[in-house]
């Protein structure tokens, strides 16, 4: 398993660059543009750029502290470094949405003036919502195949970015046609739209901050391949949750009370090698043996032991 972390780390360092680079490029250019036409949707908008930048080298920090092995201190790993950056990039997502509507207020209260030239917003936007859609979908291709919290708070980062350019494209739009308000409008749909995604990716951090589940996809996954084996004659007290890119599970099985000690390892062992290879992302087991005893099962169902299978 920790190769896997280790590959799965590389490839989340390749497109995390990626992005810190296009994100450097966009912010120049809304910035430098913005500033000589005028448009405030656009300078917010470089602004919102240059906040990417941070959250990009943000995740490369936590990716690369969450792939550390265990060590005595953290016997588990340290995989919610990862969901920490996740939920930071979040939070920087949201405070960034609340400055530009901030900004966007103060400019219709003082009554803006036409940018210059919505024309040059006009192609700057355009260009920012190819690319940003671009690296939105390399970046959840990556973040769905490393189960990485933090890449997929990054991933809708960059859709959020096309949603703001989409907004600012209409605010050069109406600046065009001198709509005196298009800009700053643009410039609170901005803020507006970033909010929204913030909020939503902080809520599902949080859930897995709060020790949730691998969800009920996971568990049937994993109820189908322990009915797979033949010795296995129930099991209960399946739980999993999430650590980062990890998944820790745990589960009581029920063999033959008969079985030697050495029969019960190697089945174990094969339900390891087994759910190590068909689930999705690196696990991290602890399977405890029961008797498959009737009296035991009794008892059990008794005290009100529901999951027994």
């Not at 920090?61 to 005595?72: H, I």
């Not at 405070?95 to 030239?117: K, R």
Request: proline share 3%; with cysteine.
């Amino acid at each position: 398993m920790p190769g896997n972390l280790e590959r799965e780390a590389s490839e989340i360092y390749a497109v995390t660059r990626l992005g810190m680079i296009a994100n450097s490029l966009l912010a120049i250019a809304k910035l430098v543009v913005g500033y000589f036409v005028g448009s405030l949707a656009l300078i917010a908008d470089g602004f919102n750029s240059l906040a990417d930048m941070i959250t990009d080298f943000a995740v490369l920090v936590g990716t690369a502290l969450g792939a550390k092995p265990a060590d005595s201190s953290h016997p588990y790993g340290h995989g919610k470094i990862e969901t920490i950056v996740a939920l930071i990039v979040e939070l920087g997502i949201f405070g960034v949405g609340l400055g530009i509507i901030y900004t966007a207020i103060t400019s219709l209260i003082a009554h803006p003036e036409i940018p210059s030239s919505g024309l040059a917003v006009v192609l700057i936007s355009a260009i920012t919502i190819v690319t940003k859609e671009i690296l939105f979908r390399k970046t959840t291709l990556v973040a769905d195949r490393c189960r990485s919290a933090a890449l997929h708070a990054k991933a809708w980062d960059h859709r959020a970015d096309v949603a703001v350019s989409v907004v600012v494209l209409c605010g050069g739009i109406g600046s065009i046609y001198g709509w005196v308000h298009a800009d700053a409008i643009a410039g609170l749909g901005v803020g507006l739209v970033v909010i929204a995604v913030g909020t939503r990716l902080a809520f599902e951090t949080l859930i897995e901050l709060t020790e949730g589940s691998a969800g009920g996809n996971t568990h049937a996954q994993i109820d189908r391949l322990l009915e797979s084996v033949p010795e296995v004659k129930g099991w209960h007290k399946l739980r999993t949750r999430r650590i980062g890119r990890e998944l820790l599970m745990d589960v009581h099985i029920l063999l033959d009370p008969h079985l030697t000690v050495e029969s019960s390892h190697q089945i174990v062992r094969r339900i390891e090698n087994l759910l190590a290879t068909s689930l999705d992302w690196p696990i991290n087991l602890t399977i405890h043996i029961d008797p498959n005893n009737d009296e035991i099962r009794a008892r059990r169902l008794a005290a009100g032991d529901n999951t027994l299978r």
